[in-house]
T-cell receptor, first 111, second 116 residues
């Protein structure tokens, strides 16, 4: 499974944008970049995914580098509810499509 | 909005006992998963299940573990003889059939298993 590298923790203030980086230099052509998050005492929750182009949804935006070796999850206006562990996961559409979680980035939001 | 449900929310058992963790996946989903998370550690894949058989399993999923979809709605994880190190949060997940460009997985709230 291709690996990702994320900072262990980040901190931001409420109502400010947050940029969560992820490096995935060994990404293959069939790997999608997925982001999940895990709020305290809850199961993981899908956030967004992309392949090559930048993506937006109601939760976040995903900016993917041109060479696909890195990506950034963008929370445009963080709220206290966004405090969670964010996981960047490379996800192949082949096979059973298991998710391989790393340690993720623990995001703290200050009021 | 449809969701994955899991029961019980917390299970306490004695070492050596059998436990069954239950999950009700989202109704039109066809791929099912179990993951676990030991306290303070990362989420780990255990097993995936499709078309009434295991499609992939991890090294953690040894002979003490089994999965079943007994009635078309429930998806269960059985641990035959629990060990102290099985204490963890167990998450069930499901996703829509393949054919979509990606497989967003929907996770349940988890069952906390405590082995004494």
């Amino acid at each position: 499974d291709a690996k990702t590298t994320q900072p262990n923790s980040m901190e931001s203030n409420e109502e400010e944008p947050v940029h969560l980086p992820c490096n995935h230099s060994t990404i293959s052509g069939t790997d999608y970049i997925h982001w999940y998050r895990q709020l305290p005492s809850q199961g993981p929750e899908y956030v967004i995914h992309g392949l090559t182009s930048n993506v937006n949804n109601r939760m976040a935006s995903l900016a993917i580098a041109e060479d696909r070796k890195s990506s950034t999850l963008i929370l445009h206006r963080a709220t206290l509810r966004d405090a969670a562990v964010y996981y960047c996961i490379l996800h192949s559409i082949q096979g059973a499509q298991k998710l391989v979680f790393g340690q993720g980035t623990r995001l703290t939001i200050n009021p | 909005e449809p969701e994955v449900t899991q029961t019980p929310s917390h299970q306490v058992t004695q070492m050596g006992q059998e436990v069954i963790l239950r999950c009700v996946p989202i109704s039109n989903h066809l791929y099912f998963y179990w993951y676990r998370q030991i306290l303070g550690q990362k989420v780990e894949f255990l097993v995936s299940f499709y078309n009434n058989e295991i499609s992939e399993k991890s090294e953690i999923f040894d002979d003490q573990f089994s999965v079943e979809r007994p009635d078309g709605s429930n998806f269960t994880l059985k641990i035959r003889s629990t060990k102290l190190e099985d204490s963890a949060m167990y998450f069930c997940a499901s996703r829509v059939p393949s054919g979509r460009a990606f497989g967003e997985q929907f996770f349940g709230p988890g069952t906390r298993l405590t082995v004494l």
